[in-house]
Structure formats: C-alpha cells, structure tokens
C-alpha cells in the first residue's frame, strides 16, 4: 500500500541555519504531497503542497520540490527562526477522496 | 473565519465508560476526516465521509469505535466502551471536495485519557 518515510527526529539546528527534512513516499498513481506543521498543543496545518511532478510547493520561505523520479519531497528553508520549532508531516494523498498518509513526524528545535 | 471546531478539547475517563468526541467541519466543506495520534502509531485516519456518508472505516480499531454524521455540519466519535489503550489525540478535519489535491484543515484535537 502507499506509505510515506521521513526522517527520524529530533532535529535541532541554531537560529538562521539551514534546514531539510527528508521525505520519501510510495504510491501507485499520481499523489498529491504535503508537509503540515504540528505546534505545541495545536492541530495540524498545512505548510506547503504539490500536486504534479516538478511543482513546488512554497510558504513562509520552506520549498519543497515534487521529484517523480526519485519519489521524493524534502521539505528545506533556507535560514529557521526560533518560531519555526515545531513537528513537521509529511503526507500523500492519492485515493480518489483525498484521505491523507502521514509519516511519522520530524521533531525541529531551533535554539537561539 | 472559524475553522474546524471539535469538543471537549480533553477528556478523562474510566475504563469502561463511553466516550463521545464531537466535530463541526468548516462550513461548506464536503468530507470530514477523523484520525488518531499516538507516539507510538503516529497520525492514523479512522475513517472519512463524504456528503455525509461513511466512505471508508477500515481504520476503525474494533467494533467499540463507530462514527457517525447526521447532517453536514456535525459528527461524533463514540467509544464504548473505552479502554486505556484508546488514550491518544483524536483530530477531525474537513476538506472542500474530498479530491486528493485538496487541502485538509484540522481541528485542535481531543485530548483523550482512559484511565
């Protein structure tokens, strides 16, 4: 069945230092990609998404790029803000009514 | 605007007792999605509707979860009876027309503990 790996976390990075979060997925067919972001205490929001080959998705200044070839979209930005520390999903979605397939989260702390 | 509206944000509860999780998906909005999140299994969807119909329950963990939407703009999640290792987050989101390029928004979560 179609699944979605990301990297393990945690993550911590030091203010205004690149970031990527890899993300690979398996799925028959054509998905849609997404990463959505989990604050603490909060539900999920979507951050970016694409829904073809070559799109990229982009927002708040993360990028992700849909790679086909490589069944990839890891999530970058290239300098993190404390406020940027968060959970990160990424997710697929491919049935014809849209359910989403999560990894399993990547945990980000930005220290300042 | 308001967004996805679930009740009550926490929920602590006795094993055995029943457990009613309820939703208000974003106005307008067409299939309405329930998920699970624990350390352990991460973010799994429960089941989804449609128009307000029950497209897929596979996700359902056994016959103690049903789930149901009488009209467009609620739901309700029952466990009865729950059990400790139903504690986890329960988040409902909505989405506009359910296809796989459509986005999804989610509700803060309910907080459930079976104690």
């Not at chain 1, 989990?38 to 929001?45: D, K, S, T, V």
């Not at chain 1, 790029?65 to 940027?84: A, C, I, M, N, P």
């Not at chain 2, 991460?42 to 996700?59: A, K, Q, T």
């Amino acid at each position: 069945g179609d699944s979605v790996t990301q990297m393990e976390g945690p993550v911590t990075l030091s203010e205004e230092a690149f970031l990527t979060i890899n993300c690979t997925y398996t799925a028959t067919g054509y998905p849609s990609l997404f990463w959505y972001v989990q604050y603490p205490g909060e539900g999920l929001q979507l951050l970016l998404k694409a829904t073809k080959a070559d799109d990229k998705g982009s927002n708040k200044g993360f990028e992700a790029t849909y790679r086909k070839e490589t069944t990839s979209f890891h999530l970058e930005k290239g300098s993190v803000q404390v406020s940027d520390s968060a959970v990160y999903f990424c997710a697929l979605s491919g049935g014809s009514q849209g359910n989403l397939i999560f990894g399993k989260g990547t945990k980000l702390s930005v220290k300042p | 605007d308001a967004g996805v509206i679930q009740s009550p944000r926490h929920e602590v509860t006795e094993m055995g007792q029943e457990v009613t999780l309820r939703c208000k998906p974003i106005s307008g909005h067409n299939s309405l999605f329930w998920y699970r999140q624990t350390m352990m299994r991460g973010l799994e969807l429960l089941i989804y509707f449609n128009n307000n119909v029950p497209i897929d329950d596979s996700g359902m963990p056994e016959d103690r979860f049903s789930a149901k939407m009488p009209n467009a703009s609620f739901s309700t999640l029952k466990i009865q009876p729950s059990e400790p290792r139903d504690s986890a987050v329960y988040f409902c989101a909505s989405s506009l027309g359910g296809t796989s390029t459509d986005t999804q928004y989610f509700g803060p979560g309910t907080r459930l503990t079976v104690l």
